[in-house]
Every structure is written in structure tokens, then in C-alpha cells.
């Protein structure tokens, strides 16, 4: 079956770079997203990146997809503590629901 | 342009009540999906829907639980005689399309509490 796998937890200083990594399963993923979620909040769709594509660049958002590795990764450049969130991976198929990650809880240091 | 509206935002229940979830899609979206997040885990498929039609409940537990999006109104997750376990968020999704890229955008969530 599916899954999407991420590590739990990254903390990073005030102005570094964050990368969030994600690994899956399905090999006939189509499309690959990142969600934020602020507390208590809902979700904020970031980002997505189409399988045939290797990389993707929106501001300070940097999405790279390695296919063969089933690999996928989120670079935030010059973090700020207004990013401090849990980032979703989540993966779609052809089937319509989305299948998310566990979440990455990135914590930013001031 | 309203974004996902999702009423109530918290809802507490006591055991074996029913729970009565509402969910506006974006106008113009036809398409809403349920989802639920267990504390410190990520979102689960429950079931997609469109309007007077459920497309997929692959995910949604066999008793007590269903939903509904009727021609005119909200989107309705029901869930009968509530037991612990079925304290979490529930985030309501909706899309104008049901493949492709098109993006769901998702509400803020409402957060049962069964005590």
C-alpha cells in the first residue's frame, strides 16, 4: 500500500536554511505536495511538484524530487521564526485523496 | 472568495452522543474530501464526495460514521454514539476538480473532543 514517511523533528537557527525530508512508496505517484500546519490550524498548501519534473523553485521554497529514489525534500532558505510549523508531505495517485506524512516539526531558533 | 468554512471549531461530546460535522467548500468547488488527524499524526482519508454522490469511503470506518453533500447546504460528517477513540481534528477539503493538479484547499479544521 501507500506510504510517506518523514522525520519527526528539525530545529535550525534564525536565518540558515531548513531542509524537510520525505521518502514514499507508491511508484505511480503523480503529484507531490507540502502542506504547513500552525497550531490549531488548518492546512496551508505550500507547494506542489509534478512527477516528471526534478526540481522546483517559488521564493524562498525549493522542492527537489528524486524519483528513482522515491526521495523528496522542502529547502526553506533564510528561515524565519514565522516558519516555525509541522510541513506535510503528501503524495496522489489516481486516486483522488491525498496521502500525507506524519509531519515535520520544524522549530526555529531565534 | 470565502475560503473552506468548517462549523463548529470545537465540539465536545460525552460518550455514545452523536456528532454533527459541517463543511462549505469554496464557492464553485463541487468536490469535498474528510480527513482525520489523530494527535502527533498526519492526516487520514476518510471520503471523498460530490454533490449528492459519495466517490470514495474507502477510509471511513464501517459503523457509525457517514457522510453526506447534499444539492443545497453543507457537506455533513455524522458520526454516531461517539466513543474516545474518536477524539481528533476532522479537516474538511474541497477541489474544483476530482484529478490532475487541482489543489485542495482544506478548512480549519474541527477539533472533537468525546469525554
Known amino acids: 500500500g501507500e506510504d510517506v514517511e518523514q522525520s519527526l523533528f528539525l530545529s535550525v537557527r534564525e536565518g540558515d536554511s531548513s531542509v524537510i525530508n520525505c521518502t514514499y512508496t507508491d511508484s505511480s505517484s503523480t503529484y507531490l505536495y507540502w502542506y504547513k500546519q500552525e497550531p490549531g490550524a488548518g492546512l496551508q498548501l505550500l507547494t506542489y511538484?509534478?512527477?516528471?519534473?526534478d526540481m522546483k523553485q517559488d521564493q524562498r521554497l525549493t522542492v527537489l524530487l528524486n524519483k528513482k529514489d522515491k526521495h523528496l525534500s522542502l529547502r526553506i532558505a533564510d528561515t524565519q521564526t514565522g516558519d516555525s510549523a509541522i510541513y506535510f508531505c503528501?503524495?496522489?495517485?489516481?486516486?483522488?485523496?491525498?496521502?500525507f506524512g506524519s509531519g515535520t516539526r520544524l522549530q526555529v531558533q531565534p | 472568495n470565502a475560503g473552506v468554512m468548517q462549523n463548529p471549531r470545537h465540539l465536545v461530546r460525552r460518550r455514545g452522543q452523536e456528532a454533527r460535522l459541517r463543511c462549505s467548500p469554496m464557492?464553485?468547488?463541487?468536490?469535498v474530501y474528510w480527513y482525520r488527524q489523530l494527535p502527533e499524526e498526519g492526516l487520514k482519508f476518510m471520503v471523498y464526495?460530490?454533490?449528492?454522490?459519495?466517490?470514495?469511503e474507502s477510509g471511513m470506518p464501517k459503523e457509525r460514521f457517514s457522510a453526506e453533500f447534499p444539492k443545497e447546504g453543507p457537506s455533513i460528517l455524522r458520526i454516531q454514539q461517539v466513543v474516545r477513540g474518536d477524539s481528533a481534528a476532522y479537516f474538511c477539503?474541497?477541489?474544483?476538480?476530482?484529478?490532475?493538479?487541482?489543489?485542495?484547499?482544506f478548512g480549519p479544521g474541527t477539533r472533537l473532543t468525546v469525554t
Open positions: 477539503a474541497s477541489s474544483s476538480r476530482d484529478s490532475g493538479t487541482y489543489e485542495q484547499y
Open positions: 511538484i509534478f512527477s516528471n519534473m
Open positions: 503528501a503524495e496522489k495517485t489516481g486516486r483522488r485523496a491525498l496521502t
Open positions: 464526495l460530490q454533490k449528492e454522490n459519495i466517490i470514495d
Open positions: 464557492k464553485g468547488h463541487s468536490h
